[in-house]
């Protein structure tokens, strides 16, 4: 029995091994290439850093001073352990359900093959589009994005296209609901540096860095524990609602009986877009006082950017996406990204964004083992995206 041409371009596209930290782009581009000249669409390759590839495919509007729309994604995956899979990584072994897997197949290959596949069927039915849409494939969002998305914004390339509103990634949902993110929390990853007196193990040293790390723990603990309440307690939130914290490292000492000089803190924190950003960084420097003297804070990763693209139901590019939604019966919900995607950069330089990946009736495997996305699921998606783009054409006057 013969595939579907989507699949199989689909099952290709994972094989190619763009896993982080050493994604083969090379091979990545040379894919992409094959797919702009299947489309008979223009591209363009550009470099913020050298080897990180943006890939840029675009199809043209009648009217190509309209505010243009972008259908972007990720081309890099994130590292795998094969001896945990029940499939090689980058096989995109398809079971007799349907069932294809490899990594990459929610996150976020399948909207990368989705977005094209759309632009395809658009172009075959012989529909032409006022505004123009560009396809783009960036590099290393799954390190945060520094050298792809983030550096692009801020060039003339990037503001040549003109892009009024851009689509990205989504997650999976187990049920029926289908996540739209129009929002994503405030990534504070920081190091805490706890510095005290030295000593030997066996006295009660006064002003120990141990002293000042139990109580920098024990107030961001105790302020987890009260956003896991608050989560908890209201069935109407998601994650993105509330503020995660994390300890994730802890780095001092030099052997038991030595009490060291210092002890260096992790955090992982994600802050929910509803909160008042500067008052929460004061709040972690007053803690740092009350702890004790010389206290330092690094941020090792630090965005602040609190902007949130409209749901409203009169914002004409929500609107377009939602008639999608009704036309395919599908049940939606607006919320916040628990995570980081490529969609902040977009709002942060004032384009809305709205991630969005249609993988209802799945479980969420991102960096996960044995990541997986049904065929049906990822076919039925290809026409979503062909009514969300179709719509985003500008009301007739």
């Known amino acids: 029995m013969s595939e579907n041409p989507s699949t199989t371009l689909f099952r290709e596209y994972i094989r190619i091994e763009t896993v982080q930290p050493n994604p083969d782009y090379p091979k990545c581009m040379e894919f992409l290439k094959t797919q702009a000249k299947s489309l008979d669409l223009p591209y363009k390759i550009t470099e913020c850093v050298p080897g990180k590839p943006i890939f840029v495919m675009t199809w043209t509007g009648t009217d190509p001073s309209l505010p243009s729309v972008m259908l972007n994604s990720h081309t890099d995956v994130v590292p795998v352990f094969p001896e945990h899979w029940k499939y090689h990584p980058f096989s995109a072994e398809k079971e007799s359900n349907g069932d294809i897997y490899g990594r990459g197949t929610q996150d976020m290959k399948c ?35 520094h050298d792809g998305m983030q550096k692009w914004v801020h060039t003339e390339h990037f503001k040549s296209l003109n892009v009024g509103f851009g689509l990205d990634e989504g997650l999976a949902s187990p049920d029926e609901e289908i996540p739209a993110y129009f929002g994503e929390r405030n990534v504070f990853w920081v190091k805490i540096l706890c510095p005290g007196s030295p000593g030997h193990g066996s006295r009660f040293v006064e002003n120990t860095p141990g002293g000042k790390a139990q109580y920098m723990i024990n107030k961001l603990l105790e302020y987890r524990e009260s956003e896991k309440k608050r989560l908890d307690a209201n069935p109407e939130f998601t994650l993105g609602d509330v503020t995660t914290v994390n300890l994730t490292a802890m780095q001092g000492g030099v052997q038991h009986n030595v009490i060291p000089e210092k002890f260096v803190l992790s955090f992982d924190i994600r802050i929910t877009p509803t909160t008042n950003i500067a008052e929460f960084e004061a709040g972690l420097r007053g803690w740092m006082l009350e702890a004790g003297e010389g206290l330092e804070m690094e941020f090792v990763q630090k965005f602040t950017d609190q902007t949130m693209t409209s749901v409203a139901a009169d914002d004409p590019w929500w609107a377009a996406i939602t008639g999608a939604f009704q036309k395919h019966k599908l049940t939606v919900k607006p919320q916040i990204f628990p995570a980081g995607t490529d969609s902040r950069y977009l709002r942060e330089v004032g384009i809305p964004a709205i991630g969005f990946s249609p993988m209802n009736h799945h479980p969420i ?21 062909v009514d969300i783009i179709a719509n985003m054409e500008p009301p007739s006057p």
């Open 111 to 145: 909207v990368g093959i989705q977005h094209l596949e759309a632009i395809r069927r658009l172009k075959q039915d012989g529909r032409s589009l006022k505004r123009t849409v560009h396809v783009t494939f960036v590099p290393d969002e799954e390190v945060g994005g």
């Open 365 to 385: 495997l991102l960096h996960d083992h044995n990541e997986f996305l049904n065929e049906a699921t990822f076919l039925k998606g290809i026409h979503i995206f």
